[in-house]
């Protein structure tokens, strides 16, 4: 039996009907390197939407039957919905034998605390999107948009997309990177120094200090066509690994 050692991060895959490529890798990636790790966490935008549990259009059966056969092998999977994905819900855990995180989850790794987030909620200075989010992750909102049939919120979901693309447009670059006053703010909150999230497409390590404490923040790669990476973590090392 293979040893299971340490823990994976990944996040904005952004799967679709429309990005096959993308699919099959992560699949591989699950088939491959995710079973020989202990645990695999997906910080948000594993799917580029989702519009409710009761979805199976394609690729999303053969990612729940996958993400369900990792987990039965023994590794542990957690997910943190995106801004692209927040519908995901209980039923697809219970499909999938995955773990749902908060939008602010701290782990421990060799007993030292490590904040989880998407990355959407450190981009503060982006006042039209952020108010959007308050509406659409209260309950009134998703029971009044789950309640629709699903070939309606199929529909609303290609509107979306296209929309989502046309407004990020017409925004600048810094107003959908991270504000670092909220990233330290919120790192001293949870009394975490070290951060790990993904959103803005930006992969990078960050060092900076917190007062006297050195702290760290590691942004996770967007998942593309010709290329892909995963953050590793073990024995107190963090590696970006190729997919």
């Not at 999977?77 to 819900?89: A, E, T």
């Not at 330290?184 to 975490?192: D, K, P």
């Not at 006297?212 to 107190?236: H, I, S, Y």
Request: with cysteine; aromatic share 10%; proline share 3%.
């Amino acid at each position: 039996m293979t040893v299971k050692t340490g823990s994976l991060f990944i996040s904005d895959l952004h799967l679709s009907f429309e990005k096959p490529e993308i699919t099959r890798r992560f699949l591989n990636f699950l088939q491959q390197r995710a079973a020989s790790a202990q645990a695999l966490y997906i910080l948000g935008d594993l799917f580029d939407t989702w519009i409710g549990d009761d979805d199976n259009t394609p690729p999303n059966k053969t990612i729940k039957q996958a993400l369900r056969q990792l987990t039965a092998g023994g590794t542990q999977v957690y997910l943190l919905q995106g801004n692209r994905d927040f519908l995901l819900g209980a039923d697809f855990a219970d499909a999938t034998g995955i773990h749902l995180l908060t939008e602010y989850s701290v782990i421990e790794l060799e007993d030292q605390p490590v904040l989880l987030t998407h990355g959407d909620l450190l981009c503060s200075d982006d006042l039209a999107y952020q108010i959007f989010r308050r509406k659409s992750h209260s309950p009134e909102w998703q029971q009044n948009v789950l309640s629709k049939p699903l070939w309606l919120r199929l529909l609303a979901a290609r509107w979306y997309r296209l929309r989502s693309f046309w407004h990020k447009r017409h925004k600048s670059q810094n107003i959908m990177d991270v504000n670092q006053q909220t990233v330290v703010s919120v790192m001293q909150q949870y009394g975490c120094y070290t951060l790990v999230h993904g959103h803005t497409h930006r992969p990078a390590r960050h060092e900076f200090n917190i007062g006297t404490v050195p702290a760290l923040r590691l942004v996770l790669a967007e998942w593309k066509k010709d290329g892909a990476a995963a953050l590793f973590w073990q024995n107190g090392v963090w590696q970006v690994e190729t997919v």
